[in-house]
């Protein structure tokens, strides 16, 4: 199976519930969420061929900024003439601390298990400053750098909008086709909206756009837990 990185922007979104694991003076919390999605999109791109995925998280941070988490997704590739279902589960952890009310740094290590057979690990460093997150992955595996803007804006009723920009400054690992020639960079950006309906349930919409695929839409729902 040809290696492909599943990460999630929109998992960050909607993580937005928190609850202790133990009395309430403990220094762990623990959050989740599991979310039912009609597509799954990475950077620009569908992971899903088009079609549903399910999607859960469990993270648990210390008072000091460290923390661990695991996650679970479904998705589909193309093997030679067939599309494969398959799952992934990943492991991950890292450090984030606000250096001030409007600074804050965080790096992260992920491991990326895939149900056919297979892992990849790949490092994160980001930077937010008010609404602002900027984020420069690295992928150990294919030896790639992907940087990315994300910038909210708060709107009406507790709902949120991420205006996403995204750069592939090595493409060439991911084979992009520039009319029949391999590219050797690539943008995406993407408009991602999160409305809550209850208290525990946000729903989710994202248009994304690759400078070498398709247009690609999702519409999902996110239980936070």
Same mark, same amino acid.
């Given at each position: 199976?040809?290696?492909?990185?599943?990460?999630?922007?929109?998992? +960050?979104?909607?993580?937005?519930?928190?609850?202790?694991? #133990?009395?309430?003076?403990?220094?762990?919390?623990?959050?989740?969420?599991?979310?039912?999605?009609?597509?799954?999109?990475?950077?620009?791109?569908?992971?899903?061929?088009?079609?549903?995925?399910?999607?859960?998280?469990?993270?648990?941070?210390?008072? %000091?900024?460290?923390?661990?988490?695991?996650?679970?997704?479904?998705?589909?590739?193309?093997?030679?003439?067939?599309?494969?279902?398959?799952?992934?589960?990943?492991?991950?952890?890292?450090?984030?601390?606000?250096?001030?009310?409007?600074?804050?740094?965080?790096?992260? #290590?992920?491991?990326?298990?895939?149900?056919?057979?297979?892992?990849?690990?790949?490092?994160?460093?980001?930077?937010?400053?008010?609404?602002?997150?900027?984020?420069?992955?690295?992928?150990?595996?294919?030896? +790639?750098?992907?940087?990315?803007?994300?910038?909210?804006?708060?709107?009406?009723?507790? %709902?949120?909008?991420?205006?996403? +920009?995204?750069?592939?400054?090595?493409?060439? *690992?991911?084979?992009?086709?520039?009319?029949?020639?391999? +590219?050797?960079?690539?943008?995406?950006?993407?408009?991602?909206?999160?409305?809550?309906?209850?208290?525990?349930?946000?729903?989710?919409?994202? *248009?994304?756009?690759?400078?070498?695929?398709?247009?690609?839409?999702?519409?999902?729902?996110?239980?936070?837990?």
């Amino acid at each position: 199976m040809k290696k492909i990185l599943l990460t999630s922007c929109i998992m +960050a979104m909607a993580m937005n519930a928190n609850q202790t694991v #133990a009395a309430e003076d403990s220094q762990f919390t623990t959050s989740g969420v599991m979310m039912g999605l009609s597509n799954y999109l990475w950077r620009g791109q569908t992971i899903s061929d088009d079609k549903p995925s399910l999607q859960a998280d469990l993270m648990i941070e210390h008072d %000091s900024g460290f923390y661990l988490g695991s996650s679970f997704e479904t998705y589909r590739y193309a093997d030679e003439d067939n599309v494969n279902n398959d799952y992934e589960i990943d492991y991950y952890g890292g450090y984030y601390q606000m250096v001030s009310d409007d600074l804050g740094i965080g790096f992260n #290590a992920m491991k990326y298990t895939y149900g056919a057979g297979g892992y990849s690990v790949e490092y994160a460093l980001s930077l937010d400053y008010q609404a602002l997150n900027l984020a420069v992955n690295y992928d150990q595996d294919v030896e +790639a750098w992907y940087t990315e803007l994300n910038y909210s804006f708060p709107l009406f009723n507790d %709902s949120n909008l991420v205006a996403h +920009a995204g750069l592939f400054t090595d493409a060439e *690992a991911y084979e992009f086709d520039d009319n029949g020639k391999v +590219a050797d960079t690539a943008y995406d950006v993407a408009l991602r909206y999160s409305y809550p309906l209850l208290s525990q349930l946000d729903l989710m919409l994202e *248009a994304s756009y690759h400078e070498f695929n398709d247009d690609h839409y999702m519409i999902g729902l996110a239980y936070n837990f």
